[in-house]
Each structure stands twice: as C-alpha cells, then as structure tokens.
C-alpha cells in the first residue's frame, strides 16, 4: 500500500469510528459543557497552539480507535474567540516510515506566510526498540498539511526519549527546545538551532537534571517550552520521576517552570528553582502561544500519563480526558500568574450577587446555593478561622488560616475514598471557581495559585455548601454557564 492510501485509510478509519460511536459519547453525563474533548477515544497532550490569520488554532495527541494510548494521530480544533471551537479535519496521521507508531507532541509556527508543525515521528522497530524523529508538516490554508519529512535526528548523547519540539524565532535564526533523557538517564531541555527550518543543529542542553544548577531532578523531561515573558525568559517542562516532598510533586509525573535568562550563545538557561504550575490532581504538558493582542496563552492537557488513566468512568461511553480552560499568563516577580482568558466572561448567565455574605457560628454554619455548570468568584475574603466550599459533594475546597494551607479534596474515581491535594497559602483574598460537568479549576488570588481536576459526582447532585469555623465574610458573584 503507498503513503497516500494509508494516510487516507486511517484517516477514514478514525472518521468511521466517531460515527459509529457517536451516540454512545454523546450520552455519558460526564461530557463536558465548554471544554475541549475527543469525539472519541483518548485525547492527551495539547499540541501546536497557535493564533494564525486571526483563528487560533489547537492540535491536540489522539487515538480514535480506543481509550488507551497507541499510535497517535493529530486531531484539531478551531476558534475565533477561545470560547467556541469546532472540530476540523484530521491534521496528522501516522502513515509515513518515521512516524508509523505515532505523530507525537509538537508545536506551530508561522513562516513565509505559512503555518508549520513540527512534531515528532515515534518508531518502534521489530525488537520494540524506539526510534524518534523531528518531523515537518507545512499548511498554506491551517486546515490540509503537506508533510515534508524527518529535519531533525537523535543527537548523540541522548537516548530516544527525546521529543516534543518547541519552535520560535530570535533575532532571524530559528530555535528549538526539545524533551529529552540524557545516556545516564537524565531529564534535560535540548535546544537547537537552524538557519531555515529544516537543518538542525544541536547547541546543548539549556537545563536538566544534575547539572551545574540542578542536582538529580528526575529521568525525563517532557513537553518543554520556552518564551519571554515581560523581560524574562520562562522554560516550562514537565519532568519525569521526582519524588514527592511535602506537599510538592504529590502526581505521578509534575508540570512546572523556571524563571530566568537564556545566553543564545552558550545554550544555557541561568534559572532559579522549579516552581509547580498547578497544585490539582490533573495538569499536565501545558503548551503556549502569544496571540494577536500579545497575550502569553497556556492550555494543558487536564490528565496526567499513567495516573489511575484506566478508570476514568468515561471509559464505558468510549472516550476519556479533557484540555483545560485558557489561561493568561502574568509574571510577578519570579511567579508565574495564571488567570481564565477574558473571552470565558462570554459564557456567563443569570448573574447572582450576594454582597457581604458572613457565615460565622462557634462551629460550623452552612450556606447553599445550586447548579451544574457555572463559574463562581469570592472576593473580598476575610476568614478569622478556616473555610470550607463543598461542591457537588465530590470535591471540596478548604482554607485554613491558622495553618496557611489550601486544600482541594475529592472523591476519588479510582477507589471511591477522598484524595487531596495541597499548598502554603500566606492569606485567601479571592476565590474563582469553574465548575463543568466533571472538571474543577479554581484560582487562588487572581491567580497566585491554581487547582485543576477532574471529578465525577452523582448526575442529579448541583449543591454547593458554603461551612465556616468562626467567622467568614466575602462578596459572591455566581452565574451558570
């Protein structure tokens, strides 16, 4: 069979199956009102987030023919307006030599007035042994993609855990950061270098695991991305095998940044220490974009790789995971600030506003108020004690001003018992809180800190039960969406 068959037949293939499993997906309660999901089968990492010719644009890792990982596809989705996004034709499948067990992450690019994906072609030979590829695929109308090939090999010194091409420009040359996994099985940022797109070369790695700035900081780094940000160069990454420490690094594989200055002529990122973007349950590979108006943008997959994937509920109706809101990035001294993009305002409906609710009792008062789907802001917090929001019975947000700690537990879908998960927190002020059908993102203080997580709670159950321990006063403003 040639290339372009087998491209075609597994593009029909995978169209055929959100056809025939259309109806199944579409009746799971737990399809989500406002995020972006498969129309079946699994989505993971979000890939080449890009606004190009005014649409932006969001590619995201997909395997139609089940809810486990394989041999992924390039599934895409549209938007004017970051709100309502429609599902286009397939970007990516994996028919060619170098790419045949998979068209990993990557990003996009705008050039010579083209939209271009780089990507990663994922090889497994006869024994099962890896082989990776920086792949090309070059659109001149964003929707059908003309693939050009392998421009970049291993370089020596890495094992094949090296993937998720990262492209910008900088002073007319063209540059690219890339996960990787040294030979002593270290976690590091390679960054390259090419002159037109399609010759690369390797300038080292610009940070990683036991070296001059980090000692051992985990055995792969996944999803790397790097940018400036209001004078500072920020690297996101998502290393692999940290072991937990307190309260930090509680999931399976973690998602965070450093903050610091990249030397383009030595390759090396001088950079502070690694802070975790998202202290939920599920948060992971975020990938940005500067859009039209100069806003730094981040979306990530709202799962984490290996993390009890297997017993999602959505399994059963065929599909599972979902991306996250957009958020805006904001740097504030070496934080990075992360706040729902202003377009989410368009969602919102039948506004209640509750001025200086007090809850206060020598133990515990309650206050209720109901829906399914909506987004929720307390302001103005003042907490003598600590503070409770219950949600849909299934996930509850806690803060205790004695202790400074926030804590965000849920029921968990893998063993029906609660799970939590933690951060220091100075003083609660501000309290924004989207709840979807079975998704929960709150952000702490304009964005301080941030909370994701899926949950799953009972169809009919909408409550949300406000509980105190000596006296809470706040402003609420509630609308569904």
């Known amino acids: 069979m040639n290339v372009i068959n087998l491209d075609s037949e597994l593009k029909e293939a995978a169209y055929q199956e959100v056809e025939a499993s259309r109806n199944t997906v579409e009746k799971d309660p737990y399809r989500l009102k406002h995020h972006i999901m498969p129309p079946v089968g699994l989505l993971n990492d979000p890939n080449g987030f890009i606004q190009w010719k005014g649409i932006y644009h969001l590619f995201y ?144 790695d610009a940070a990683g695991s036991n070296t001059e700035q980090l000692d051992e900081f985990g055995y792969m780094w996944e999803c790397p991305d790097l940018f400036r940000l209001n004078g500072k160069d920020v690297l ?44 939920g349950f599920d948060f992971y590979a975020p990938q940005t974009t500067v859009d039209e108006k100069g806003r730094r943008l981040l979306i990530a997959w709202m799962s984490v ?50 001025e200086m609710v007090k809850i206060t009792n020598e133990e515990v008062q309650k206050r209720e108020t109901e829906g399914a789907v909506y987004e929720m ?44 998960r933690k951060c220091h927190l100075a003083e609660l002020t501000k309290l924004q809180v989207f709840v979807d059908t079975s998704s929960i993102e709150v952000f702490i203080n304009d964005g301080e800190e941030v909370f994701t997580a899926r949950m799953f709670p009972d169809a009919e159950e909408k409550s949300s039960v406000f509980s105190s321990e000596g006296e809470t006063v706040f402003h609420l403003k509630k609308w569904d969406l």
Not at 114 to 138: I, M, P, S, W
Not at 248 to 274: C, I, M, R, W
Not at 335 to 341: K, S
Not at 387 to 409: C, G, M, P, V, W
């Open 305 to 354: 790789p290996v993390q009890d994937e297997d017993k999602h509920p959505t399994i059963a109706n065929k599909w599972i995971h979902t991306m996250t809101f957009p958020r805006k990035l904001s740097i504030k001294g070496e934080n990075l600030l992360q706040e729902p993009v202003e377009e989410l305002k368009a969602l919102r409906k039948n506004e209640q506003v509750l």
């Open 61 to 204: 890792q997909w395997m139609p023919f089940k809810t486990g990982h394989g041999a992924k596809f390039w599934g895409h989705y549209t938007s004017r307006d970051l709100v309502n996004w429609e599902h286009e034709p397939i970007a990516l499948a994996p028919s060619e030599w170098y790419e045949k067990n998979g068209c990993y992450s990557g990003s996009a690019i705008e050039a010579f007035d083209k939209l271009h994906l780089f990507y990663t072609g994922n090889v497994k030979d006869e024994n099962g042994e890896r082989e990776t590829y920086q792949c090309l695929a070059v659109s001149e109308d964003g929707i059908h993609f003309d693939k050009k090939g392998v421009v970049a090999e291993l370089p020596d010194g890495y094992t094949a855990h090296f993937r998720d091409p990262k492209v910008w420009e900088h002073e007319g040359k063209w540059y690219m950061v890339a996960g990787a996994q040294t030979k002593e099985m270290a976690g590091r940022a390679a960054l390259l270098v090419s002159e037109n797109l399609y010759n690369w070369e390797l300038l080292g």
């Open 377 to 420: 802001i307390l302001d103005q917090i003042k907490v003598e004690d600590s503070f409770k929001l219950s949600i849909k019975k299934n996930a509850e947000l806690h803060y205790s001003r004695r202790d400074q700690l926030f804590t965000l537990t849920r029921i968990s879908y893998a063993d029906g018992h609660p799970e939590s």
């Open 236 to 279: 996101i990454v998502s290393p692999q095998g940290l072991e937990p420490e307190g309260n930090l690094y509680q999931n399976v594989y973690q998602s965070g940044y450093f903050v610091g200055e990249l030397d383009y002529k030595t390759a090396k990122l001088n950079h502070g220490e690694f802070t975790e973007l998202d202290r």
